[in-house]
């Protein structure tokens, strides 16, 4: 099983990153996915939550309005569109997959908001 993060790096206040995290292993269709983030100092929090199917999705306050999940199921691939990048949303990004007792986690991409 693998979760494997991609499209983090540098960006100015106000730019935007595409996350993609790209599944494989399991059955991917069958997972809930979801968006982590980690700050220096700071406890892991949910970002955002997309269903099996992708018909439902649910977003931190702090970021909606900005941030976009979404997945592709046929590629195996969940991502996350961030607009309008905040310097407190540096962080590790990590991607998440979870159906009954079964849970998975990504190995994180680095995402640096910064001027």
């Known amino acids: 099983v693998q979760l494997v993060e991609s499209g983090g790096g540098l960006v100015q206040p106000g730019g935007s990153l595409r996350l993609s995290c790209a599944a494989s292993?399991?059955?991917?269709?069958?997972?809930?996915m979801r968006w982590y983030r980690q700050a220096p100092g700071k406890e892991r929090e949910l970002v955002a939550h997309?269903?099996?199917?992708?018909?439902?999705?649910n977003y931190a306050d702090s970021v909606k309005g900005r941030f976009t999940i979404s997945r592709d199921n046929a590629k195996n691939t969940v991502y996350l569109q961030m607009n309008s990048l905040k310097p407190e949303d540096t962080a590790v990004y990590y991607c998440?997959?979870?159906?009954?007792?079964?849970?998975?986690w990504g190995q994180g991409t680095q995402v640096t908001v910064s001027s």
């Open positions: 292993g399991f059955t991917f269709s069958g997972y809930v």
């Open positions: 997309i269903s099996s199917g992708g018909e439902s999705t």
């Open positions: 998440y997959a979870r159906r009954w007792a079964s849970e998975y």
